[in-house]
């Protein structure tokens, strides 16, 4: 699996208008009602993440989650980083 | 509930090896056997979040977990961020 | 609090159609796309049970949850369990 | 994979003090400091169960908890119940 370049991702990120691509890696955050709901939709973005054996850099402050996709060991965003994304817009149900 | 003193705070992280204090607030980092170990014990921790109202910022990579802690609308670090400290050595079960 | 009674539960669960009265329990079964789907409801349940202080017995099959509340040391039925009932309801958003 | 004999089970079992086997399945229940740390086990063990593709049959009761293993689809207990058992009792850390 290859990186993808900027223009790949720029493409297939008009799809995903809240996620940005910068510094190498792919960002969005949400915002949930409150802490519980937070660390409920984590717990179940983790199982997706073992099954693609993939992890987000992920920080919550409270309501918050704060997330960056990047494959370390590629240098850079993959298919796989897309793959992460698809299941988390699954999970927070992002209306559009 | 006040903020503690630099001098307070310095004598309580005595006790307290693994954390330190910069930035008005008390930071510690975990290291895991993996991901799912990781996850659990966030969750695990969340549920004493909640008892005590009080929550973390947390950054969570892999196997690493990040934790700061500071009582925000205090302006600094209290008694409540030791009680979360307490919680949270007890179940990620430090030895020293 | 009191335990409700026969009549006073009756009452109640026309609000409630996926519960039913027997055994001096309310009951229902839930069934979820997979078992993710079913274990992360009931974390995020857990949360509402340590804030009420009040646990279910549940049972759970791959992608099914079956609950039965009761309030033990009461003998039966009482309000607590409607209000577990209630952020249960919230959580898994039974619509009807 | 085929299932087990009754002899095959009894002997594995040797190791295995707190499962017992009945009714075609394998059995045990565990009993925690609160409802917290059983969730948390919880969802721990639901981890390795997506990893194995199998799941129990568990019922959780405040602190405690009953587990019941059996392959469904091969109609009785087979090797990957024991998979599983090995990693729930990893998680639980049964010493005996």
New interface residues.
């Given amino acids: 699996m290859n990186t993808l370049t900027d223009l790949e991702i720029s493409k297939k990120l008009k799809d995903y208008p809240d996620w940005e691509f910068y510094d190498n890696a792919l960002h969005t955050d949400f915002e949930f009602d409150n802490?519980?709901?937070c660390?409920?939709a984590?717990?179940?973005i983790?199982?997706?993440?073992?099954?693609l054996n993939h992890?987000?850099?992920?920080?919550?402050?409270?309501n918050t989650l704060d997330i960056k996709l990047t494959t370390h060991d590629k240098g850079g965003v993959t298919e796989l980083d897309f793959k992460l994304v698809d299941a988390i817009r699954k999970i927070v149900e992002v209306e559009e």
């Fill in positions: 802490f519980k709901d660390m409920s984590m717990n179940r983790a199982f997706e993440c073992e099954v992890h987000p850099e992920w920080t919550n402050i409270y």
